[in-house]
Every structure is written in C-alpha cells, then in structure tokens.
C-alpha cells in the first residue's frame, strides 16, 4: 500500500505541474472606456498588465529615494474634506472652440479648444483642464488654466487621440510634467463601482531624474531637489512604473481599496509629475469613502512597492504600442502519453514587426515524427536539425500577427516521470524562455489508490 501510494502521490504532484505548466499567459482585458471612448487602444503600455515582469535592478534605491516608510495617500476623494482629484469634461462633438494661448507654446499643441464655458477644472496651483469630445475621442489637456478674455491661457496643453498609441514629439512636455495623457492614468469611481481597473494609474513623487524613459517623453527636474541623491537612494525618472508586491495581503480592505489595489499590482502606477511621494492621482467623485480610503491607502507604505523594468514591451520609442507581456507561449495536446504514443506540440509567437528567433531542443525520451510546420505559411519555414535535435526558426512577423510552430513527436522511453520540453524565443530586446510539460506513462488508475 506505501507503494501505491508513493505512486499516487507523484502522479498527483505531476499533474500538479501540468496543470500550472498550461495556465495562459498574461492577457490584456478589453480596453477601459469612458463615455464611448476607448481610453486608448488595449495594445497600449497603459493597458499592459506587468505582474509578471522582472524586478528594476535598482528598485531598492528608487522605493529609498521617495520613501519606503511613506503611507500612500489618495490625491482625489467625494469633495467631503475639499476639492481633491483631477475632475475632467465630456462635451458633444459639436461643442464651441475657444482661443488659448501658452506661455510654453513651443511645446503645447495650439488651439482652439473645445473647453466648455464652465469647465471642471483642478482645484490648487495645477488647475488642470481635461476635455473628453464623444464621437472624435479626442482628449484635450491643460496645465496652469487661466480665463483670458473669450478664451483660456494656460502653461502648457496637449491633444491626444484616444484611438492612437501615438506619442507626443520626443522632449515635448503635455499638461503632465512626463508629456503623458493625464486621463488615462486617473483612477476614476466608475471602474471601481464596477469592480475592476484596467489599466495602469498616476502618482507623483518630490523629485524625478533628470532624464526620462518610455513611455514617457519630458523631464521637469524641482529646482528644490538636490544635485545628488541621499547615499543609497536613486532618483526615479518620469516613465518608471512600480507594482504593488504580490505578497502584500490585500484581503482584509474595503472594496474600494481592494479594487484600486488588484489594479496596482496587475498594471501598476506610472511616475507622472511631481509632488507629493506615493500620491495617487485620480477624479473626485461622490461614491468615494473618503475616510477609508485615506486609512487604509496609509497602510501601504513604499516599501510593499517594486519598480519594474518594462523595456521588453517597448516596440517603437515613439508609440505607445506595447509587445504583449508573455507574448510566446507553448502547449501541449495531451497531458500524457505512454510509449509510442504520438502527441503534438504548438509554439506561438506574438509578431511585433521586428526579428525573432526560436530554438527548441527536443528532450530525451521524444522523438520528432512530423512537422515543423508554420503558420502563416507566409512565413519563412521551420527546420529541424537531426544531429542536435533541435527545432529552429526565425523571422520578423508583422505587429499582431501570431505565428505558430507546430509538431508531432512519439513518446520513446518507457519509464514513468515528467518530460519537461522548453524552447528558447529571442528578441531584439532579450531571450525567454517557454515550456510545456509530458507525463510519460502515466499510471493508469492512480486516483483510486488514494482509497484506503
């Protein structure tokens, strides 16, 4: 009986594997939507979920630099204690244009704006101006907003097409000290009264780098910033994002809470601007429990936060069009197979315009009886070398196209175990690895041993 249920114990933590071998890799949800507008497109970096990728080497000295004991705080709320949030507009595709000028016109993107003629407008030094038009989808945005004479004067303004991943001109702020969108990043009631955030968020930190990276397009250094950092801290650069930790217990928070804090550690939050270190931004609405959010947000500390390195995603340094995250992946037809059983194996492979390689070793114990095959055939053709076994490919598909190698090998070997077959997808921006996993003569009736 100690045998049997040895046995059963290994087919049991076997299938186990499989099972988590198979799980899908990270997708993107629908794109966000506001008032019949897709809050840019789903294959937008903003939209990207990044939970699975790797930790920023200097993630340790960013969390330092704003402060690892700092409690985050909700920059937005019901208007019970004030006018806190970024309130925004939705106006008709036929509403009035107004004149603006800009005292950083060079940058800003001209007039007129369709700014209704009482406009929500951020309350404070900021005094931002978002502007949603229906139909077009177009976003207008404005920072330091004035009323001058039949029209507005403001420090800087943007006009952002929501159904582009386009970028602004590289080194040209927005309304936002990064030269982003602000509107995407806001964590807005709606989505939270509907129980999800689908993409990532806004905050502000005291002092940003004196460079910037994607997606991210300006740099706005505080003159009250040191010209040196503190010993052991990193000052972190417009465009960095950060994820909550996945061991960070949410479980016990309010809903409200919970929701905004799955969205932070699924699509994290963007360095934007600065101002006050772990400051969430978002709009006011009256669904927003002020007191609770403010007390439970204070729980999380910079600490539970991790600066992510998300270059592997960047397609183009001037769209905001984002690789797929965990864009490759490979499957299995059968969980398990006996000697000379033929199983079949699929590799895809998320094209995004730029080379790619594939290189598929194939395990002892398989034997390759048919394929590779390609799709599109319109690809170059797979080969496999007999001498090493492995299974080679490379190409440069276009941007969403999903390409597939697919094969059929027999089981050889007569032995009980685990086959483990990984293939190696190499890029211009690095190599990942992928694999999927073969019970090999399983045991037949291994589920009734458990009976005593």
Known sequence: MRRKATLAACCATSLAVLLAT??????????????????????????????????????????????ASTGMHPDFGSAKYGDYGIPFNIVPQNQPLVPISFTYADESDPGPYPIPSSPNIEAGGDRHILTLVQGSCKLYETWASEPAGNGWHAGSGAVFDLGSNALRTDGKTSADAAGLPILPGLTRYDEVRAGAINHALRFTV???????????????????????????????????????????NIAGFSDQTRVILTALKKYGMIVADNGTGWYLSGAPDPGWDDDTLVAELRQIHGSDFEAIDESSLQISQDSGQARPPGGERMAVSAGGARQGQAVGYSIQIGGDGAAVGLANQLPTGLTLVAGPSITP??????????????????????????????????????????????ATVTRTTGARQVAATLIANPAQRFLPMLRR
């Open 22 to 67: 198979l799980q899908p890799a990270t997708t993107r949800a629908q794109a966000p939507s506001l008032e019949g507008c897709q809050i840019l497109p789903a294959d937008n970096i903003w939209n990207t979920p990044i939970d699975q990728l790797p930790v920023d080497a200097h993630s340790a000295e960013y969390v330092a630099n704003i402060g």
């Open 206 to 248: 005291p002092c940003t780098a004196n460079y910037y990276i994607w997606p991210a397009r300006h740099k706005a250094v505080p003159d009250s910033c040191p010209a040196t950092p503190p010993a052991g801290t990193r000052v972190p650069p417009n465009g960095l994002r950060f994820r909550l930790k996945a061991s960070v």
């Open 377 to 422: 055939n319109t690809l170059p053709a797979a080969s496999y070398d007999g001498a090493s076994r492995t299974i080679s490919w490379s190409g440069a598909p276009a941007i969403g196209v999903a390409v597939a190698i697919d094969y059929t090998v027999t089981l050889d070997s007569a032995a009980t175990g685990v086959i483990v077959n990984s």
